[in-house]
């Protein structure tokens, strides 16, 4: 498995337990210009008073937004999604009334953007509740291209506050690797986060990394399959 790692250009924020700052995530995006992409995980980002504003920073930073979930809202942060044309892709739970006034902006804004996945709720009996899903027997010879493991090279996710966490099966959130600290490449090029990729390229564990803990590497180590990294060898991205 092959994946170019010249810059990183995407990266994932988990704003599962709290929203951004936002005064920090504007020094962050400052020290960070090759940053270019960036996912929200969680519906707490749109409890950040200062959304809307946050939205126009970043197109006027020339950085494409996607929302992992979003869920009750207010219409300014709704019109937000629309006006400065930087958000991609939502999902967003099935609400009648918010698709109908998104649809209603992306008609005044005429923007085909951002792109709606629309989350329907299905009732379940207990005896059909779906469990939290295991990796303890991942199938790597059919999968590989989708363990999360990728993310760490392809989008690192780090907390909503900073901390880099890798990828969104990482069982450890204290890494005392702050990307809104340090700037991006700064983060990723901390040792910590260094030996965890030096770890996925080569198979050998190195104790002090959280990914030994992870049963998704443990299934890479079992099948004796490891990912290859490269860097692209001409300018274009």
Not at 82 to 106: A, G, P
Not at 162 to 169: K, P, R, S
């Amino acid at each position: 498995m092959f994946i170019n790692v010249e810059n990183i250009h995407n990266v994932a924020i988990t704003t599962t337990e709290k929203p951004v700052d936002f005064a920090r995530f504007q020094k962050f995006i400052e020290k960070s210009p090759f940053v270019r992409r960036v996912a929200f995980i969680g519906r707490a980002i749109f409890d950040m008073p200062e959304f809307p504003e946050m939205v126009k920073f970043c197109a006027v930073n020339n950085i494409y937004l996607i929302f992992g979930e979003v869920g009750e809202t207010s219409t300014q942060n709704l019109r937000a999604l629309v006006e400065y044309r930087n958000v991609l892709f939502i999902n967003i739970h099935e609400d009648k009334h918010n698709v109908k006034l998104l649809n209603e902006y992306k008609q005044e804004f005429n923007s085909e953007l951002p792109n709606i996945n629309i989350i329907i709720h299905e009732k379940h009996t207990p005896q059909e509740e779906i469990s939290e899903t295991s990796y303890a027997f991942y199938n790597l010879a059919d999968d590989i291209k989708n363990i999360p493991c990728l993310n760490l090279i392809a989008e690192p996710m780090m907390n909503y506050n900073g901390d880099m966490l890798g990828c969104w099966q990482n069982p450890d959130k204290d890494h005392k690797i702050n990307a809104f600290d340090l700037g991006m490449d700064a983060a990723l090029n901390a040792r910590e986060f260094k030996n965890m990729i030096k770890m996925l390229k080569t198979g050998k564990i190195i104790k002090s990394c959280p990914c030994t803990r992870c049963p998704v590497f443990a299934s890479l180590v079992w099948s004796n399959q490891t990912i290859d990294v490269i860097k692209k060898v001409s300018g274009n991205n």
